[in-house]
């Protein structure tokens, strides 16, 4: 399973695959064009209670992670849509967040590569 993940800040690259933003809100600061996205996943990000308790803080990442999980297993149609992407080959998680190990798509990955087989 070929995930990877890219801040929405970085240029877009002809080997990212299918580009999917899973941010509920836009990046601040960056057009439609340049994100060069195949999707845009709304529905699989956190919660806006979820985010915004979060606050992407260290030390609610792990708590963050655990209850993110848990949205993403009650989750199945949003979730059936980035497992059709991925039986097509790679795909590019792209994400707003400045931390690139703290944040949801970090445990969206983890998730996926966990839940996604077969």
Request: aromatic share 8%; charged share 30%.
């Amino acid at each position: 399973m070929d995930i990877r993940l890219k801040r929405a800040y970085e240029p877009p690259s002809a080997s990212d695959g299918a580009r999917i933003l899973v941010d509920r809100l836009w990046p601040r600061g960056v057009r439609k064009e340049a994100l060069k996205l195949t999707l845009w996943c709304k529905d699989i990000a956190p919660s806006p209670a979820l985010r915004q308790w979060f606050d992407h803080r260290a030390d609610r990442f792990d708590e963050f992670a655990a209850r993110y999980r848990a949205e993403l297993a009650a989750n199945p149609t949003a979730t059936a849509v980035l497992r059709d992407q991925l039986a097509h080959g790679r795909v590019t998680l792209v994400y707003a967040a400045r931390d690139p190990q703290i944040n949801q798509a970090v445990v969206l990955r983890d998730w996926l590569r966990t839940h996604a087989k077969g």
